[in-house]
């Protein structure tokens, strides 16, 4: 996923290719699908369980960290702050403040609050896996609904980054078995904040459909597809193909012969990751986020280009 993430600087951008126009303060209907082929299944919808790069994927679309900062598509606008406003250190760094915007609701209808974010907290803070992403996290109170403080037992200099972890994405209470330290996601629920929400799971594709509540919408912020579609098949061979015949847009772990193939298809450009491995791209696909970490793809659209369209 990390080649992915690289292949964006030869994907991002506008120009005069766009399929849609953009008119300041406003922003093109979302539509299309993009198909991406991974690597691996996708095995949980608990973004706190998710370790492997489709699980990440998957959780990033669905789900939101408490500090992680939204790029609008259509190659205009500025980042806008995630679910915290703001995130401030004190005491030396063993108390993190957490301004919560407001107005925001998971897709089950739970209201977005320093409650909920409570109650990840206590299973963040009671689980291994929890405990792993943010060590020393001892304690959490909300001073008033829209204020969250999370308390750790040594100064936490990377709280700022692990609290913009795809694996630390807000759970509805709802969607949890329990409000018990230990609760987990319940079988089939996956009720998030994020751009994305489940449509459909199957055994060879999963489907996440636009969030049409989605509190990003408003600030222009897209989503600019209207679905994902995840698919795993295991030969990079099969991946390859799905994206030269236009199924999938972006074919994840592809080997060294297949980026060959690919840098002959003028309808498709290529990203050497680490290694001999790399991933393959749809020229028609725009907006993909640079840096490190796992995308979010509410900021990805399509154009016509390299998609047998205009």
Known sequence: MAALLAAAALTTGCGDDSAESVTPGGQPTPSGTLGIAVAGRPDTLDPL????????LTAAQIYEPLSRAVTPP??????????????RPGAGGTIWRIRLRSGVRFTDGARFNATAVLQNAMRWR???????LLPGLVAADAPRPDLVRLI????????????????????????LRSPTASSRLAAGLAAGTGPFELHRRADREMLLARNSEWW?????????????ALRSPQAAGRRL????DGTVQVA????????????????????????????????????????SGTPVLSSV??????????
């Open 74 to 87: 259509y190659g205009q606008g500025t980042s806008e702050p995630g679910l915290a406003l703001w995130t």
């Open 301 to 310: 659209w399509l154009t016509g280009v390299g998609s047998g369209e205009g």
């Open 152 to 175: 750790f037992d040594r100064p936490a200099e990377n709280a700022m980054h692990a609290l913009a972890s795809a694996r630390l994405g807000v759970v509805s209470p709802r969607a």
């Open 241 to 244: 193909a799905l994206l030269r």
């Open 252 to 291: 994840e772990g592809l080997g060294p012969e297949e980026l060959a193939a690919v840098e002959q298809d003028p309808l498709l450009t290529s990203r050497r990751g680490p290694g001999d491995a790399g991933v393959g791209l749809l020229r028609a696909v725009r907006g993909l986020p640079t840096g």
């Open 126 to 132: 009671t689980t291994a896996e929890g405990q792993a």
């Open 216 to 228: 990003g919408t408003r600030h222009q912020l897209g989503p600019g597809v209207e679905l994902i």
């Open 49 to 56: 369980l998710a370790t492997s790069p489709a699980d990440r």
